[in-house]
């Protein structure tokens, strides 16, 4: 059984650029939630998506936006690059229907905006 | 509003003594509460959860956590720590109908000596 797997695992750009990450949930898996992980600190969540809808976000600019697609996989993407935006992304998946749910977190995506 | 607050950054202890990693939580809810380890270059892994049932959790690789709500303290513990016990360890706190949002602190680096 696949755990969450996350694509690219590296990625470099330029400021102004835009970046799209893509994850796939752990089988069974409904829901994909993203969290930045800056460097030496813990990851701060981005948004959560749940049957192709964003349910909750967190305190992040217009910028970053994402996606999900009917097979449940996910895309996050950041626009207008800064170079703040440099962090490991993490993607999670869970079960909506599993009380108090237990989420899945994948390797991450590492990416450095020069 | 919630949110956790590990009190030590680092941690060092020698190979087959006592580990015990700290961390109070703040909720206004019930909350749930978890300890995620996350080995270098490596995805996030949950080592245990509490979720209402015994105030005692065991977790993987020996690991357990006491919650206590009076102290509103989920302090992490292991009898013998092992040279593969090094990594970042992240206390985390979600409450039953925020959406499952994770709230992390911002870590302590476990560093085991021979």
């Known amino acids: 059984d696949a755990g969450v797997t996350q694509s690219p695992t590296h990625l470099i750009k330029t400021r102004g650029q835009q970046v799209t990450l893509r994850c796939s949930p752990k089988?069974?898996?409904?829901?994909v939630s993203w969290y930045q992980q800056a460097l030496g600190q813990g990851p701060q969540f981005i948004f959560q998506?749940?049957?192709?809808?964003?349910?909750q976000r967190g305190n992040f600019p217009d910028r970053f936006s994402g996606h999900q697609f009917p097979n449940y996989s996910s895309e996050l993407n950041v626009n207008a690059l800064l170079l703040g935006d440099s962090a490991l992304y993490l993607c999670?998946?869970?079960?909506?229907?599993?009380?108090?749910?237990?989420?899945?977190f994948g390797p991450g995506t590492r990416l450095l905006v020069l | 509003a919630q949110s956790v607050t590990q009190l030590d950054s680092h941690v060092s202890v020698s190979e087959g003594t006592p580990v015990l990693l700290r961390c109070n939580y703040s909720?206004?809810?019930?909350?749930?509460l978890f300890w995620y380890v996350q080995h270098p270059n490596k995805g996030l892994q949950l080592l245990l959860k509490?979720?209402?049932?015994?105030?005692l959790v065991k977790g993987i690789n020996g690991f357990e956590a006491e919650f206590k709500k009076s102290e509103t303290s989920f302090h992490l513990t292991k009898p013998s720590a092992h040279m593969s016990d090094a990594a970042e360890y992240f206390c985390v706190v979600s409450f039953t109908g925020g959406g499952n949002k994770l709230t992390f602190g911002t870590g302590t680096q476990l560093k085991v000596e021979l």
């Open positions: 509490y979720t209402s049932a015994a105030t």
């Open positions: 909720s206004s809810y019930s909350p749930s």
């Open positions: 998506y749940y049957e192709e809808e964003e349910r």
């Open positions: 089988s069974g898996h409904d829901t």
């Open positions: 999670a998946s869970s079960r909506d229907r599993e009380y108090q749910e237990t989420q899945y």
